[in-house]
């Protein structure tokens, strides 16, 4: 505005400024305009000559980042170098904690904010107090994560007698694991044993990936109605929208093949 000696703001001048990147993706440009309309529906309580620009100027595309699909190796491989981790609370935490997130499909956030009276090992149940979206959910456990989760609590209890919180996954301190020390391990785990690369970064987040599109196959395989349990796993992964669960149909190529053979089989020859 002071370049162009301009009083107040206008939409023209509000979507040059929010052009002013080269060689971006119009959805920076949509969030630059985003701040812009803020500022002007600020100064529009002050100069009613102030425009606020419509907010569908650029398009706005939600960008899924490329799943990393985990193989069974892989996840062997990242507990037993969160294993090795040098503080036995440290490595048991970060085990138990990888772990569940691979068998569970659980969001970070999720599991570093449970408390001990969350997690109901006698009925392999989870509750998830405070999910996305401020609701709660349950997560059923198989009894094989159950029983893995009470050997971590007793370990747990014997290594910090005394911790500082309740919290069911705890550090060397006995305060609450925190979700960027989590990612960090995780970083250096996939550095050190060569998956992560300068091509190749994969996320926690991708174990939440992993279950979902292990179920799925699991699913094809055995002839399931996949429409028909869809509603099923959307719920256990404590999506919003149905929409967010159907998007891992395409996430894998295995899981595409497995689709792509159904439907050749349902219809008959090379279609």
Aim: with cysteine.
């Amino acid at each position: 505005m002071e370049v162009v000696g301009a009083e107040t703001i206008s939409t023209e001048l509000a979507v040059r400024w929010a052009r002013l990147p080269v060689g971006v993706h119009p959805n920076h440009w949509s969030k630059r305009l985003r701040v812009a309309r803020g500022f002007a529906a600020y100064l529009h309580t002050l100069d009613h000559t102030a425009e606020i620009p419509p907010p569908d100027i650029f398009p706005h595309r939600r960008q899924r980042a490329t799943p990393y699909l985990f193989s069974e190796q892989d996840i062997c491989r990242l507990l037993d170098e969160a294993r090795q981790l040098r503080h036995p609370m440290r490595a048991a935490s970060h085990e138990a904690l990888f772990g569940l997130l691979a068998v569970s499909g659980m969001r970070i956030g999720e599991a570093v904010a449970l408390q001990r009276e969350d997690v109901d090992l006698d009925a392999g149940l989870i509750t998830i107090r405070r999910a996305k979206g401020d609701r709660e959910r349950l997560v059923p456990l198989h009894p094989t994560s159950a029983e893995a989760l009470r050997r971590y609590a007793s370990l747990r209890d014997r290594l910090c007698p005394s911790p500082r919180s309740r919290a069911f996954f705890l550090t060397s301190a006995g305060t609450p694991v925190h979700p960027n020390a989590l990612r960090q391990t995780f970083r250096e785990i996939m550095t050190r044993i060569g998956v992560r690369t300068e091509a190749v970064r994969p996320r926690v987040h991708d174990l939440r990936h992993r279950f979902a599109i292990q179920t799925l196959i699991g699913w094809q395989r055995a002839g399931a109605n996949i429409d028909e349990r869809m509603p099923s796993l959307s719920t256990y992964l404590g999506h919003v929208s149905p929409t967010d669960t159907y998007w891992y149909l395409s996430a894998s190529p295995e899981l595409m093949g497995l689709a792509a053979e159904r439907v050749a089989d349902r219809f008959g020859g090379d279609r």
